[in-house]
């Protein structure tokens, strides 16, 4: 398939053969968002056993700021896996990123605590989180590049949306099995030794995404990998507008996907003042709907534009952010703390929907992979990954509505940069 130009492929596959292409790459994505969202979810349990005792908000502040430090390995992950995904084929990048975040999650299933090995507990943790940011890094921009290049045109955002689907689905899954093992285990079990079955679960799963990735077939051809800009900087700066408008929204649709998704079930326990399980079973409820959400939003934009699915979310997310969190502040209804996040979770999917298809639009072949994901991954390192540590700051700080305004402000700025966007109705062509 090196000898024929991207559009000749596209032609020739069927739509069964894309169908497996995108359950290929999005088996990979799954497990590597699987491992590391397993992270935010057994914070919980885990913060006393690295960190030495102390107020349990200071125990989550120290745990949310190694979750954000393996968030600035993205953008290395991001330059690394794109240049090998230009140069070397969107494939082989895939399969070293799932490697690698299969090693992560082993080291931390195995890793002693504070009481073992002292300072070297939090410090054996950051590194194996900085490995898994590396490899995260990577994975977007690749699986969100080939998935855009195998995807039907006219239907590219139906297809590319499984790439959400996969990484809540990944996160949904983390979930999943934190409430399982809940049920299973007391809460001493869990907080002793029952957080480690979830990375060692991620470990194994990883080398069944391996098996399936080694079966696809290269969407990149020979030209656009042995062009002289394949996977440069240098290629990448002559795209320098592209790649400053997605750095722009993608600040604002980051930090709102997961303030609404992974610090949103702490955030529940601790300013909301729900149990553990009640914010865990509410928040599974919220991804699953938020994952199939995807697909249908995705196929909107085929039909209104990725510029107006765009607009929609940042002009909401504007408005809608401030009371939602202020309203989430005092709710004790599970099912109205439920209808209030699936808010929030609808307006993001305007964004999360297309997110890889309308990064993947925007750039040609030979530096697609980079240009996706070490934009993404430098927007998603200061603004998405720092927002837990953000939002957990300000709580301790007795400013926690600073936060609130934070993200509606982000929002806004990414209304403005998506007017900046091709006006078409279906977006551009790859």
Request: include cysteine; glycine fraction near 10%.
């Amino acid at each position: 398939m090196d000898s024929i130009t991207e559009k000749q492929q596209g032609d020739t596959l069927t739509a069964r053969q894309r169908i497996w292409a995108i359950v290929g790459a999005s088996s990979g994505n799954l497990v590597e968002w699987f491992d590391f969202y397993v992270y935010s979810f057994c914070s919980l349990y885990f913060a006393h056993i690295f960190f030495p005792s102390g107020n349990p908000t200071t125990q989550l502040l120290q745990t949310a700021g190694i979750f954000a430090a393996g968030f600035l390995m993205r953008p290395i992950g991001g330059w690394l896996f794109g240049y090998i995904g230009d140069k070397h084929g969107r494939k082989t990048s895939m399969l070293i990123s799932v490697c690698m975040m299969c090693f992560g999650s082993l080291v931390i299933a195995c890793l002693p605590g504070y009481d073992t090995i002292g300072v070297w507990a939090p410090a054996l943790l950051l590194l194996a989180r900085l490995f898994q940011g590396l490899s995260v890094g990577g994975e977007y921009g690749t699986s969100a590049t080939y998935m855009s290049e195998v995807a039907a045109e006219g239907r590219k955002g139906f297809y590319a949306s499984f790439q959400y689907v996969t990484l809540i689905g990944g996160q949904l899954m983390a979930l999943l099995t934190v409430v399982v093992l809940q049920q299973i285990l007391s809460d001493q079990e869990l907080r002793s030794w029952g957080w480690r079955i979830p990375f060692a679960l991620g470990a194994a799963l990883a080398i069944v995404a391996l098996y399936l990735r080694r079966s696809l077939n290269e969407t990149s051809d020979s030209a656009s990998r042995e062009s002289k800009d394949a996977g440069s900087l240098k290629g990448l700066w002559k795209h320098r507008r592209a790649f400053i408008m997605v750095l722009g929204f993608t600040a604002g649709g980051s930090l709102s996907f997961y303030t609404f998704t992974t610090y949103m079930q702490k955030y529940l326990v601790n300013t909301s003042g729900m149990d553990h399980k009640t914010a865990s079973g509410l928040m599974t409820a919220a991804l699953f709907v938020f994952m199939l959400l995807q697909p249908v939003i995705g196929g909107l934009s085929d039909k209104i534009g990725r510029r107006s699915s765009m607009l929609i979310f940042g002009g909401l997310a504007a408005v809608c952010t401030v009371p939602i969190l202020t309203l989430l502040q005092s709710v004790h209804n599970p099912i109205i703390a439920f209808v209030l996040v699936m808010l929030a979770l609808v307006i993001t999917s305007f964004y999360t929907s297309i997110s890889g298809i309308l990064k993947a639009e925007m750039f040609p072949p030979e530096v697609r992979a980079l240009g996706v994901g070490l934009s993404y991954a430098v927007a998603n390192a200061l603004f998405g990954g720092s927002a837990e540590y953000v939002a957990l700051s300000l709580k301790a700080v007795g400013s926690e509505t600073t936060f609130f305004w934070y993200v509606s402000l982000m929002g806004a700025m990414t209304f403005l940069v998506s007017l900046m966007l091709h006006k078409r109705g279906r977006g551009l062509k790859l």
